[in-house]
């Protein structure tokens, strides 16, 4: 269970994901890192089993390392990783598959596709066991995944969409996207507010104000949705630049925002604060006695972050 949130500000942007994952039906925790950098210029961002998704991120890694040690060039641009997702997807879908099929059934997926063992068909009842097998929703639901993509691709931040279902989208059309059992929530808030916006502003979104959406957007998806929750990761990218807050500085921002949304903080002082914390690496410290002196009602906001009811 997962919310993954990413925008493009035009020449940079950023994601911004809750850290909660689930252990069958009965355990949560909250320690996935679901933001990763690839090649140090482009962000992973993955929903569905943690396994699956460090699976890809690791053979990616791999491959991307392997091409440079033998040809000596750069890092791939997004358009390649995008590409190179595609396939490492598929190979490690078809990986966990052959794993089932043999443990289960003792064919490997070659055979079950080809129908055929040593130059042997394959008995009937067997196959037809193994085919339901590889179509149960719970074997499925385990090796689904998706993936987003984004970096800097001639001078604009691009998203990019991929799954182990086969569907896939090259450049996100619009400045947003949002996967995981959160993204109904979270692609309302994202969604609003980009078609209020005027058409030539969504080509370079001011950045503050994108940050505090995709926050709002990711707390109101824990709010709501199962396994959604824990303390979001934010990650921003630019060119030449990548900026990662300590997790007291990404809480600060939850707070900060959820204020801003309460129309505890004002406008100006949220931007500000949200623009410190993540872009310009502020002490927490700092920007919490400040938050406190600028609210409008302090004893009112901190019943409302600490759960209060009144």
């Known amino acids: 269970m997962t919310v993954i949130n990413m925008m493009s500000f035009g020449d940079s942007g950023a994601a911004v994901a809750?850290?909660?994952?689930?252990?069958?039906?009965?355990?949560?925790?909250?320690?996935?890192?679901?933001?990763?950098?690839?090649?140090?210029?482009?962000?992973y961002g993955g929903s569905g089993s943690s396994f699956m998704i460090n699976e890809v991120y690791d053979a990616m890694e791999y491959t991307i390392k392997e091409q440079k040690e033998k040809n000596m060039v750069g890092g791939l641009n997004i358009m390649q990783l995008y590409d190179l997702a595609k396939r490492m997807i598929g190979s490690v879908k078809n990986s966990k598959k052959n794993d089932?099929?043999?443990?289960?059934?003792?064919?490997?997926?070659?055979?079950?596709?080809?129908?055929?063992?040593?130059?042997?068909?394959?008995?009937e009842p067997l196959k037809g066991k193994a085919y339901d097998a590889l179509n149960n929703e719970n074997f499925n639901r385990n090796i689904d995944l998706s993936i987003l993509i984004g970096g800097l691709y001639e001078g604009k931040f691009e998203?990019?969409?991929?799954?182990?279902?086969?569907?896939?989208?090259?450049?996100?059309?619009?400045?947003?996207?949002?996967?995981?059992s959160g993204s109904d929530e979270a692609g309302k808030i994202l969604?609003?507010?980009?078609?209020?916006?005027?058409?030539?502003?969504?080509?370079?979104i001011p950045i503050e104000e994108g940050l505090v959406k995709l926050i709002e957007a990711t707390s109101s998806a824990s709010d709501i949705n199962v396994g959604v929750g824990g303390i979001p990761s934010i990650v921003y990218l630019s060119k030449g630049s990548v900026?990662?807050?300590?997790?007291?500085?990404?809480?600060?921002a939850t707070e900060i925002v959820e204020g801003y949304v309460r129309n505890i903080l004002?406008?100006?002082?949220?931007f500000r604060s949200i623009s410190d914390l993540v872009l310009n690496n502020a002490d927490f410290r700092t920007v919490?006695?400040?938050?406190?002196?600028?609210?409008?009602d302090w004893n009112q906001l901190d019943k409302i972050l600490r759960g209060y009811k009144e």
Request: proline share 4%.
């Open 18 to 43: 809750d850290e909660q994952t689930t252990s069958g039906n009965i355990r949560k925790y909250n320690s996935a890192q679901k933001l990763k950098l690839i090649d140090s210029s482009t962000i």
């Open 100 to 123: 089932f099929l043999f443990a289960n059934f003792g064919i490997t997926l070659d055979e079950f596709v080809t129908g055929l063992r040593n130059g042997v068909k394959l008995d």
């Open 159 to 180: 998203i990019n969409y991929v799954d182990s279902r086969g569907t896939a989208c090259l450049r996100i059309p619009q400045p947003y996207y949002s996967i995981g």
């Open 191 to 204: 969604s609003r507010y980009v078609i209020n916006m005027p058409r030539e502003k969504r080509e370079k």
């Open 243 to 252: 900026k990662i807050p300590n997790e007291n500085q990404c809480v600060l």
């Open 266 to 270: 004002d406008r100006d002082f949220t």
């Open 288 to 296: 919490e006695e400040q938050m406190k002196s600028r609210a409008k």
